[in-house]
T-cell receptor, first 112, second 114 residues
Framework: QKEVEQDPGPLSVPEGAIVSLNCTYS??????FMWYRQYSRKGPELLMY????GNKEDGRFTAQVDKSSKYISLFIRDSQPSDSATYLC????????????FGSGTQLTVLP | DAGITQSPRYKITETGRQVTLMCHQT?????MFWYRQDLGHGLRLIYY???????DKGEVPDGYVVSRSKTENFPLTLESATRSQTSVYFC?????????????FGEGSWLTVV
């Protein structure tokens, strides 16, 4: 069983839709949770970062963490074609010197 | 802003050759990392460094060597390249708590071993 499961997609939505991206994990030692966005032929860029259960909002993006159920989600409101990218959930295991471990990524396409 | 830069961005080499991928960051971050990204495997950690002269293995270190004589540089060397090392390589850095524990990535180095 993988430590983290992320739906690989691909996911295709119309412009303006609400997008929900999800990851589930099995290791309770995961401490920090992040969402990265990666455009084609580019490096991952940090979107959201959180370490506690609950919601964190940044503009059109909301990260949700539920440590009791072991899942993290990223919601994108009013999605735009520029949101088309691969979204990677990531986490840092406590005591791991800040090594990031990534989910496999979900490819999102927002159609104009 | 330059932040973290990788070179070369694209490289084709032959099996058995030694290849070095360079990584330079301008933030004086303590932590630096090398990842490789492959279809079906996602991003996997090769090596990381917590400070100058301190390095440690990640998930897939075999066939790679790193060094960190200066805080700002973290080169990755493939001592004898193999076709299985054809991949995209990403360098990353983090300042730890002082920078909110965020990890920043370079633009990637595309390596093809023929």
């Amino acid at each position: 069983q993988k430590e983290v499961e992320q739906d690989p997609g691909p996911l295709s939505v119309p412009e303006g839709a609400i997008v929900s991206l999800n990851c589930t994990y099995s290791n309770s030692a995961f401490q920090y949770f992040m969402w990265y966005r990666q455009y084609s032929r580019k490096g991952p860029e940090l979107l959201m970062y959180t370490y506690s259960s609950g919601n964190k909002e940044d503009g059109r993006f909301t990260a949700q963490v539920d440590k009791s159920s072991k899942y993290i989600s990223l919601f994108i409101r009013d999605s735009q074609p520029s949101d088309s990218a691969t979204y990677l959930c990531a986490w840092v295991r406590s005591g791991s010197a800040r090594q990031l471990t990534f989910g496999s990524g979900t490819q999102l396409t927002v159609l104009p | 802003d330059a932040g973290i830069t990788q070179s070369p961005r694209y490289k084709i080499t032959e099996t058995g050759r030694q290849v070095t991928l360079m990584c330079h960051q301008t933030w004086s971050h303590s932590y630096m990392f090398w990842y490789r990204q492959d279809l079906g495997h996602g991003l996997r950690l090769i090596y990381y460094s917590a400070a100058a002269d301190i390095t440690d293995k990640g998930e897939v270190p075999d066939g790679y060597v790193v060094s960190r004589s200066k805080t700002e540089n973290f080169p990755l060397t493939l001592e004898s390249a193999t076709r299985s090392q054809t991949s995209v390589y990403f360098c990353a850095s983090s300042g730890g708590i002082s920078s909110g524990n965020t990890i920043y990535f370079g633009e990637g180095s595309w390596l093809t071993v023929v």
